[in-house]
């Protein structure tokens, strides 16, 4: 019997599984739960209709952003500046400027997780996590743990909203309504919910683990579908789960205290203390991951500006300042948490659209980029109709994200 442990089907198989991984805890994160609340308060049941728009542009964006990236062969950067020269370095700084802003909103996160787990101060919370998410980072050992227990509290997360979904009783028959004939439609709560899950680095994390992993080339175009549509099921359950669990808390007459942490006050109305507490702890392993995979991610297009910040200790060093200067930002300013987590989706809402439609050109006009590769027409149509409605969005709701920082 072979023993060899560098089979190239498993190592990319536990490639795909990671990209996935990967693209599902970047779009399930504080950002998407607190935006999700933020605007469930708000807009009530007919938010349902913004949760189905970020599935479906969700969908588009994934599948034509890893079908381009992994049969290239090339990172997004790259693609933009083969397009156009120049291109890929405003693309590269938009990406680690979104990085950032998304960055201080994850350590914002993990302040409001502590917060409701242990009652600790939004900002020392966000301190103390920056330094242990630098920890994570820096010791292999740490990370390896984190990773199992993240799998764990990701588990707990979907059972205790699934319960909250169950015991607050939500108007079902009205949600489902709403989603597709709803009373209000707010672009700018479109934009955020969709910047919060696809947008900013989100949008080529998972693609961009894949090339990391050596997964590119035509020929894996199938295992790569597979994956995209795959964490676009599994984020997109959870996004109408925890629609509904917040929707039966306001349904049920609670007033969303949304200038604080808001989702907590809804899980705690529904499950007690307990409740707040595992949400508290869930919310903050959410953060701290995030924290990492976001630095690591936007790190990554350094490589635009400079080769030799994207390898060995130059990287690791860029990566620990990153979070470092994440951290010191959010200790600075006086926004709320939940308002940078608000602003941190609309933002990276507003820079989707610029790569989304630099790589579908990629698609469109240059198919020596792709290897010949005949891409599917459809896929194509779907794509430039989610960029034009994404560039609409962007544009009508611009000014209303920004004054999202006065929350």
């Not at 994934?62 to 405003?90: D, K, T």
Request: avoid cysteine.
């Amino acid at each position: 019997m072979s023993t060899d442990v560098t089979n190239p089907a498993r190592t990319r198989r536990t490639a795909l599984i990671g990209a996935i991984f990967l693209m599902a805890t970047s779009a399930i994160g504080p950002g998407f739960i607190t935006q999700t609340t933020t605007f469930t308060a708000k807009l009530g049941a007919a938010f349902a209709f913004g949760i189905l728009v970020s599935i479906l542009v969700d969908f588009v964006v994934q599948m034509n952003i890893w079908r381009i990236i992994s049969i290239s062969g090339r990172r997004a950067h790259e693609i933009a500046n083969a397009v156009v020269p120049g291109a890929g370095h405003l693309l590269a700084a938009l990406v680690i400027l979104g990085g950032l802003v998304f960055n201080i909103g994850n350590v914002a996160g993990s302040g409001l997780g502590l917060n409701a787990a242990l009652g600790l101060d939004p900002k020392l919370g966000g301190a103390i996590s920056a330094l242990i998410a630098i920890v994570i980072f820096a010791v292999k050992r740490a990370g390896l743990a984190m990773d199992r227990l993240l799998i764990v509290l990701g588990l707990v997360m979907i059972v205790l909203t699934v319960y909250v979904a169950v015991v607050s009783g939500p108007p079902v028959g009205t949600a489902l309504k709403q989603t597709v004939l709803p009373d209000h439609i707010d672009f700018a709560a479109i934009t955020t919910i969709v910047g919060g899950t696809v947008g900013g680095y989100i949008t080529y994390s998972g693609a961009h683990r894949l090339l990391d992993s050596g997964t590119a080339g035509p020929e894996h175009i199938r295992e790569v579908t597979r994956g995209a549509l795959t964490g676009i099921a599994v984020t997109g359950l959870m996004r109408f789960v925890l629609f509904l669990a917040i929707l039966g808390v306001v349904a049920g007459g609670v007033a969303l205290d949304t200038s604080g942490n808001a989702t907590a006050q809804a899980f705690r109305s529904a499950a007690g203390e307990f409740g707040e507490r595992a949400f508290g702890i869930v919310l903050w392993a959410a953060a701290i991951t995030s924290v990492v995979g976001a630095a690591f991610t936007s790190v990554s297009f350094f490589n635009a500006f400079s080769p030799k910040l994207t390898a060995g200790r130059p990287r690791s060093w860029a990566t620990v300042a990153f979070i470092a200067v994440s951290a010191a930002v959010y200790l600075l300013i006086g926004t709320a948490p939940s308002a940078l987590l608000v602003f941190a989706g609309g933002f990276n809402g507003l820079i989707l659209p610029i790569g989304f439609t630099i790589l579908l050109y990629a698609a469109w006009r240059r198919r020596e980029l792709l290897q010949g590769y005949a891409y599917p027409v459809w896929l194509l149509v779907l794509g430039a109709a989610v960029a034009a409605l994404t560039w609409y969005m962007g544009i009508t709701s611009a000014r209303t994200i920004f004054d999202y920082l006065a929350g």
